[in-house]
């Protein structure tokens, strides 16, 4: 039976899979062939002005294939670990801030950006059925916006965020409230980061648990399965991390060519002429020992904690340790080093649910703010309606009498529906804040 911290899959399960990526490098190229110089001053000014810096990429499938077969049954479901050399090393929203530069700890209520009319819509998608990232690409491309300088940097802002960073299938719809808040112009208040980096592992879940169905019923026929999944989101970043941690991979299927922060302007894989086979990466990385690969988890720099400001973040010390066996106790006495990691370790979850309840508090303020507007404008209806009850009240009729019986049960709807609201999100943020705990 698997332990935790023991690898999900044996290796006489592996097999050979395609993984397509989503996320296409030549957004960031076609961003800066459309846009004008002004445009593109704008778009850098943007959370997401770094990417224009980003080397030249290619997607290496097998890379990101070969971690997956090798991930550990761990209990957080925010976070992906795989083990390598008898190291697991973490995939979190710790390690996709550090490598991307975007934010992945603040705002994701889009409810606070909802608009009743969209002027990118209207402007750039103008008797489009359905807007979906092949629509994206096409206006974009098209240049729709004219003139309209602020349109054009909204339309580049979608672009990237939808072909880029929450990367689908074409013709995955596009949601309207990402419209509304690209369109309200206050799109570096949202977090991206987070949405991007749980879109990337939640298409990671399940994957290589199908693969391996389809591979043995394959085998029972006397066939062999090569297949293939989609890998959604941002995988790049995910790429950029294994770089990081695994030394190993440079110079033989990557390159470092800066020093920049953040960490994912200063990779590039070109240097490769073809893409790596499984075959390569098991032997010139996965069959090697921990003390050639030198594998390790992230760790931020004293430059990288200031500039993009990760204080509370990486305090785990102990994280190298997650998974390796501990030593047997003897003479009764425990190890000291062991339960320093336990602690430490314990010190960082509380920390971050204590970051994680200050989070729920903020929602909670911003709901009680859009259900005081929302029951302001709704009271002021039911006080116009009452007053015109009133003013006709003396002359009883059977219309009268139907509009007093309307008015009281739009009333009541209204409190049971508020009612209903408040508690719903009070059983979410519950919910959530008890998964974040486990």
């Known amino acids: 039976m698997l332990q935790v911290w023991d690898c999900k899959f044996s290796p006489s399960d592996f097999y050979r899979s395609k993984c397509v990526c989503t996320s296409v490098y030549s957004v960031i190229n076609n961003i800066k062939n459309t846009l004008s110089v002004n445009l593109l001053s704008l778009f850098r000014q943007t959370q997401f002005g770094h990417f224009l810096d980003m080397p030249e990429f290619v997607f290496h499938p097998q890379v990101v294939h070969s971690l997956l ?15 390598v050399a008898g190291r697991c090393i973490r995939f979190s929203a710790e390690e996709f801030y550090l490598n991307s530069g975007l934010d992945c700890f603040g705002d994701c209520n889009k409810l606070l950006f909802s608009q009743e009319t969209n002027q990118l819509v209207e402007t750039c998608f103008r008797g489009v059925k359905t807007i979906d990232n092949k629509a994206i690409e096409d206006a ?120 920049s922060i953040p960490r994912i302007l200063n990779w590039s894989n070109t240097i490769v002429t073809k893409n790596p086979t499984l075959r390569d990466l098991k032997g010139k990385i996965f069959d090697l020992p921990l003390e050639k690969l030198k594998i390790k988890n992230m760790r931020p720099t004293d430059e ?27 003479g009764g006495s425990s190890s000291k080093k062991s339960d320093s990691a336990d602690i430490d370790w314990m010190k960082s979850k509380l920390e971050m649910l204590s970051s994680n309840q200050s989070s729920l508090a903020e929602d909670f303020i911003s709901l009680r703010c859009f259900v005081d507007f ?32 309307l008015f009281r049960f739009f009333y009541i709807f209204f409190c049971i529906v508020s009612l209903l609201f408040y508690l719903s999100f009070i059983y979410v943020g519950c919910y959530r804040e008890s998964h974040r705990m486990n």
């Open 304 to 330: 990288e904690r200031q500039q993009l400001q990760l204080d509370g973040l990486f305090l785990d010390e102990s994280i190298d340790e997650r998974g390796v066996a501990k030593q047997p106790f003897e």
């Open 69 to 83: 077969l090798r991930e550990v049954l761990q209990p957080n479901p925010k976070e992906f670990w795989v083990k």
């Open 140 to 259: 974009f491309l098209g240049s729709r916006w004219g003139l309209d300088e602020s349109i054009g940097l909204k339309m580049a802002v979608l672009y990237f965020i939808q072909c880029f960073l929450l990367s689908n299938t074409p013709d995955k719809e596009v949601s309207r409230f990402v419209l509304d808040v690209v369109d309200s112009g206050r799109w570096d208040e949202y977090c991206w980061g987070r949405e991007s980096f749980e879109l990337t592992i939640d298409s990671f879940k399940g994957r290589i648990e199908h693969g391996i169905i389809m591979k043995n019923r394959k085998a029972e026929k006397g066939g062999q399965y090569d297949g293939w999944y989609r890998a959604l989101g941002c995988p790049w970043v995910f790429t950029v991390w294994f770089y990081e941690c695994c030394p190993a991979m440079v110079n033989s299927f990557c390159k470092r060519v800066s020093s």
């Open 374 to 405: 929302n029951f302001k404008s709704v009271m002021t209806v039911i006080k116009d309606i009452q007053e015109k009850v009133n003013a006709i009240h003396r002359r009883p009729s059977d219309e009268v009498f139907i509009l007093i019986l």
